[in-house]
């Protein structure tokens, strides 16, 4: 039997936000080289970015959902190539049901791992920052006037991450999960959502590729202050 091995790839980290370190310093398709689904923001923080089975949907703030193009630029995002381990059926479940399911059932609170979930859902509470200009502002005075999304009996597709504690900074420590409605009527961070019926795939990653943008002046000079970091990061995300 083949040992199972599964890789997750990122470009960026969370923790380069906090400051505003909002420029985009990877294209699209140098990103989808990396992997088919994941999730991520466009530069300027320009919205909340869902990848599907290749395509780079980006929920913005108005409302609208278009297909990023592949010269289009990010400063952060995580993708992988799809290799399910698990998958289970969720019925009548909240987020933080499922949640905690998932943690107590397989033995991944220790590794990063991803997450889908697809089918229907009676609600659906996303958010989605507003794109920024320059001088920009620091990620949680941008995540303070985010727009608020919600929605009822909508089917769509959870995509997103585990990441554990160790790595805040990295990621947000935890389940960052975004959401996009088959009709493409709403999407975005996902901040609450419940399950009618869906199917839940788990992939934990053996192997993470962190991707730095060294050819980036603006990160190189960054003082990048740790001390209220994670702090910053819990309020943003939540």
């Known amino acids: ?7 997750v790839f990122q470009h960026g980290t969370l923790g380069m936000l906090v400051p505003g370190l909002f420029d985009g ?3 699209i398709a140098d990103l989808l080289k990396h992997g088919d689904w994941g999730i991520g923001t466009a530069s300027g923080l320009d919205g909340e970015m869902i990848v599907l089975d290749h395509t780079p949907y980006l929920a913005q703030s108005n409302g609208e959902i278009r297909v990023l ?6 400063p952060f995002a995580t993708v992988h190539f799809e290799q399910i381990k698990d998958k ?8 933080k049901e499922l949640e905690e399911h998932i943690l107590k059932t ?3 609170k220790n590794v990063f791992f991803a997450v889908k979930i697809v089918g229907k859902f ?3 509470k996303t958010r989605v920052v507003e794109k920024q200009t320059r001088p920009y502002k620091s990620l949680l005075a941008v995540a303070n006037e985010q727009a608020i999304f919600e929605k009822y009996d909508v089917s769509g597709t959870v995509i997103g991450y585990f990441a554990p504690k160790m790595f805040q900074g990295m ?8 959401f996009l409605a088959d009709d493409k009527s709403i999407g975005g961070h996902v901040l609450n959502f419940d399950v009618s019926e869906a199917k839940v795939y788990l992939q934990p ?3 993470i590729d962190q991707h730095l943008p060294l050819d980036n002046q603006e990160f190189l000079d960054k003082d990048l202050d740790i001390a209220d970091m994670h702090d910053q990061i819990k309020k943003a995300e939540g």
């Open 1 to 7: 039997m083949e040992k199972y091995e599964s890789k």
């Open 25 to 27: 310093t990877m294209t």
């Open 69 to 74: 193009k592949p010269e289009e630029k990010v």
């Open 88 to 95: 289970f059926t969720a019925r009548n479940l909240t987020k």
């Open 106 to 108: 397989y033995p991944y």
């Open 122 to 124: 009676s609600a659906v």
């Open 171 to 178: 990621a947000a420590p935890g389940f960052h999960l975004h």
């Open 205 to 207: 990653f053996t192997m």
